[in-house]
Each structure stands twice: as C-alpha cells, then as structure tokens.
C-alpha cells in the first residue's frame, strides 16, 4: 500500500501518541462527558468560559482510537481563546467537512489545522469517531446536556 | 503445494471450495480480499445462492395455506428443511425445530415462553460470564419483570469458565441455565456437556446458545441432553432471517405461544383460541419460505464436506494463525482457553482496535474490531475492544500470512 495514508496523517498520528490539553481543568465551569456506544469509546470535555464568553481554557480526557483522540486534541488546540460562537461556527464546519458536505479548498473556513480530518470523509465508518469530541464540546458549552452520545 | 497437503491431511479441497463463493474472489482497496469476520456473518456458496434464485424462479409459493400444485410442492421443500435441520442436530423429531429469525430471536422466545410462566419472583437464571449481549439482556429483562436473580459463572484470564464456581452457584432456586457453547469473542469452547449434567441433577432445564457452535462442529442434541439450542442460518453458510431453536418437545407443549396470528392456530372464535401443536405454535404468519430453502442448502453443503472435516480443517487454521499471531511484537491475545473455535481475538497495547481494523481493510483485510456484543467479556479482561480474525473452511495459510503482513504495516504506520 502506498506510504501516503489519507486518513492516517503524520499530524494525526503525532497528536495521538502526544494529544494536546489532556488534562482536568479542576473547578471547570463547563463539562461533558461523550460516549460513542457502538465502539465504547468515551471523552470527557472540560472548558472555563468567562464572562464575555472567550473560552479561556478547555481540555480532554478519556479513550478512544487515533482518530477520535487526535480529534480532540486539534479540537482542544483550535478552540482554546475563542469565543463560544466561533467555536460552534468551526464545529458546524468540521462536522460538515468530515461528513463530506463542505470542502474547505473551496470555501471561506475557519478550520486551519482542522482540514486534515477531511480524509475521513471517505471513511464513513469512522466519521463518529472524528465527531465524538465535538458533540461533547456542543453539550459541555451548551450546559444542558452532561452526557451525550453520538447517537443523540 | 500448501493447499495440496492441505487436502491430502484434512480431506477438504480449499481451492475446490473457494471456487464456490463467488464473494471471495474480488478486490478490495486494491488488494485481493481476506475474509476474516466469519463469527460475524459467513459468505454464501453458489449451491445456497442458486437454489434461492432456483426457488423463486420456478417454485416459490405461500406454504400450509394452498390448496394448488405449487403450494403443496413448496410447503414439501419447506418440511424437508425441517427434517434436514432435525437431522443435522440429531434432534428426536422435527417437530422440536422452530423456526426464528435468528439465534436471537430463539433466546427471546424461550425468554417469553418458557421464561414468563415458568420463572418467578426469587428464582435464578445462571449466565455465564462470557455471553453475547443476545444471551445475556433477554434474561436480564425478564429477570427485571419477575423479581428474579440473574447469576453470572466466572471465567478465568484464560477465558475459561469456572466450572467450581458453577457448581456453587446452583441451587434449588435455580429455574434456568443459559450458556454458550462457543464464545464469539474468545473462541472459548465450553464444557456444556459437564454444565448440562450439573444442572440436570438437580432438574433444572439448559439453554445453550449454539451461534458459534453450528458452523464449527457436529452437535447432537440428544446426546448432549440440551433442552434448548438455538443457531443462526447466516453464521452457517445460509440466508440472514433464519435460525434455528430446538427444544424437547415436553417444554414445547408447556410453554406458551410467543407470537399469536395466522398458521399458529387449530381453531379461533371471537370467544376463544386453541393453538396448534408445536412447531407451528411458536410460527405466527408466513414464514421466510424462501430462507428456509436456503438453509436447507447450506446444511447440504455443510454435510458434504463433513463437519468433521471442516472442524479439523479450522483448528489446523486456529493453531498457525495463533502460532504468526504470537510473533508480532507487542500483539496480546484475549481468550487462550485449553479448547478454542477458530476465533482469535487480540490487542496491541497503543493502537486501538478501530485503527487496526481501518488499516487492514486499506490492504484488502476485513476483520471484525469492537466489544463484539459482549462488552461483559470487554470489561472482565479491561479492554474497550478488540481486533478478530475467525476463520472458515475456505480460509488459507496464506490469507493469515497476509494479515500477518497486514499487522506488521499497521504497527510501521503507528510507529
């Protein structure tokens, strides 16, 4: 097989064997916990959001294959000093990209990094695994969900 | 030449039969396809494949309805399989063969009909630690609804049950006893004729939950003395929407009607019903006519090639992929009971078993990697999952030696 892996990217690979924010933030105003109950696979998000909505902190916790790990990881990265409307603008845009209905080489984005999950679209299979962080994070800023599946 | 002493040894033509699921000879990602997800689902033979069309085309009509040629013709064919299937289980008479849409389907009868009347508050049911989810939940459920007690048989890290502890656990509260015979997840065999005897001492009734069993092995119900064995078609070659329940016709005749409506009657008025006798009780409505021809073929195809056979093809199978498996640095396997089906379940301490499964199928390599519907078995080894490779008949050496091959590349890509 070629050594060029579409879904497996070096950057993908490196944020799974070294994820990025993964920690408990102690005393966090936002939390989630995400379960993808076909596999088992489950992230805690946590986040501190002040009080003009910039989320000044968030990170993950938890297990899951290098899609759904390094997911979280660039998540956690991308959203860290945003405001809570620009985080959920990317998540639109990532779980549309990795579902394959926005194609971010064609339209004005706001993923940076976030592209190179865009493979998955052509792994169906594994597109919960990329949006399990995501629908945490949604629940965990949302504040009304404290457990939300990929099946909600 | 490997398959050539494959054939002289086992007595089993693989290139033969693999001549035979047009399935198998397609490309996959590229690559020539190995499949390895046999506990999941079987590929279907052409002698399957072309009596289902056969049947369609030329015979298919409703059964034990028409009074017409072609009716009578197909409810023959149907009966056959009835006679067929009696007789590939060694049951005492076809009219202890139900048929279901499933193994699943067989244990939720048994759950409902032998289960509701016969299972009350304070009674137990033993399970074994080991189940799948089919074999655990239905009882849980009904356990739930009585006030019964649902009792678990250990198993030790090699995936074997505890036969001491069984013991213990029987009591004279003890109503129901349902276990597998082979583990989906761990290809554990077990001993369900020992469990069997255990139970019958005291008179208590045994399920065995026969899904991984049927395609490896010749059963014989009445040697085994099971009161309940329940398989699944598509685990054996044949259609999905059929399978299997077997029970002696005493517990068929106490138990009540699972579904009520057309062809499970004798007589029906407004006032009142009288069910007809088993197996039609326990058939309400058409049943998948054409399926149970196809299973009728499958259990042909089967026999002909010989359970014997094909069980000593597959544990010469589970040992040289056992033995590969056991060389790739880091690999654990989960399930290493004394006596195994051909299933080999396995970890890698880094890589999660989606990303393994992922990267086998880009080289054309379709494995099975999850809880496998038994996420008891994933919890008591502390795991979220596993990969799986389980081999049939038509499996090679060389197809393991390619996922081999294929798991050097996972461990390179994850490196």
């Known amino acids: 097989m070629s050594e060029y892996n579409e879904l497996y990217q070096q950057v993908i690979l490196e944020h799974n064997k070294k994820p990025r924010n993964f920690r408990v933030i102690e005393g966090a105003n936002r939390y989630a916990l995400g379960k993808n109950p076909l596999c ?5 998000v946590y986040a501190q959001v002040d009080d003009h909505g910039v989320i000044q902190d ?17 998540m956690t990265s991308n959203i860290k000093g945003k405001t809570q409307e620009e985080a959920e603008v990317i998540k639109e845009e990532f779980q549309k990209m990795v579902m394959g209905e926005f194609h971010p080489e064609q339209q004005a984005n706001h993923l940076g990094r976030l592209t190179i999950f865009e493979g998955v679209k052509d792994y169906p299979v594994r597109v ?5 962080a995501w629908h945490t994070l949604n ?9 939300v599946t990929t099946e909600d | 030449m490997v398959q050539l002493m494959e054939k002289c040894t086992i007595g089993l033509d693989v290139a033969k039969i693999r001549a035979d699921f047009p399935v198998l000879d397609q490309r996959i990602n590229g690559y020539p396809l190995v499949y390895l ?6 590929q279907k033979p052409w002698p399957v494949i072309d009596r289902i069309r056969d049947f369609y085309a030329h015979e298919y009509a409703t059964v034990r309805r028409g009074v017409y040629s072609m009716s009578a013709r197909a409810t023959m064919a149907y009966d056959q399989v009835r006679e067929q299937v009696a007789g590939f289980i060694h049951a ?10 499933g193994t699943t389907e067989a244990i939720n009868l048994v759950a409902y009909s032998y289960g509701r009347p016969f299972i009350g508050a304070g009674d137990e049911i033993i399970i074994s630690a080991i189940e799948h989810h089919a074999n655990i939940v239905p009882w849980q459920q009904l356990c739930q609804e009585k006030g019964a007690v649902l009792k678990v048989i250990p198993a030790n890290e090699a995936g074997e049950l505890l036969i001491d502890e069984y013991a213990k656990l029987l009591t004279d509260n003890t109503k129901l006893v349902a276990v597998n015979y082979v583990s989906n997840s761990l290809g554990t065999i077990n001993p369900v004729k020992t469990i069997i005897d255990m139970a019958h001492e005291r008179g208590i009734p045994v399920l065995i939950d026969g899904a991984q069993s049927a395609p490896h092995m010749a059963v014989d119900v009445q040697a085994l003395d099971c009161d309940f064995y329940a398989f699944s078609g598509h685990k054996i070659y044949g259609p999905t929407g059929i399978g299997v329940l077997y029970a002696k016709m005493k517990h068929l005749e106490a138990m009540v009607p699972y579904q009520c409506g057309g062809d499970m009657i004798e007589s029906v008025t407004f006032e009142h019903t009288t069910f007809a006798k088993p197996p039609h009780k326990f058939e309400a409505g058409t049943p998948p006519i054409a399926e149970v021809i196809g299973l009728g073929a499958a259990i042909d195809y089967l026999e002909k090639l010989g359970l014997n056979n094909i069980q000593a093809y597959e544990n010469d199978l589970l040992a040289y992929g056992t033995e590969q498996l056991q060389q790739i640095e880091g690999l654990q396997i989960i399930g290493t009971a004394k006596h195994k089906a051909s299933v080999i379940s396995f970890v890698f301490p880094d890589i999660h078993p989606h990303d393994v499964g992922t990267i086998l199928d880009q080289q054309g ?3 099975r990697a999850g809880h496998h519907c038994t996420q008891p078995v994933m919890e008591r080894f502390h795991i979220p999952a596993t990969t799986r490779a389980s081999f049939s008949f038509y499996n090679t050496h060389d197809e393991i030696d390619r996922l081999v091959e294929g798991l050097r590349h996972v461990i390179a890509v994850f490196r």
């Open chain 2, 92 to 101: 005492a008479s076809p009219h202890e063969i139900i048929f279901t849409k």
């Open chain 2, 365 to 367: 390599i379709a494995v």
């Open chain 1, 139 to 147: 629940a965990a800023l949302s504040g009304t969900q404290q457990e």
């Open chain 1, 58 to 74: 968030i990170s993950f916790q938890g297990m899951g294959c290098a899609i759904s790990k390094a997911s979280a990881s660039l």
């Open chain 2, 37 to 42: 997800d046999n506990a999941a689902t079987t």
């Open chain 1, 40 to 44: 088992g696979d489950q992230f805690a």
């Open chain 1, 128 to 132: 919960k695994c990329a949006t399990l």
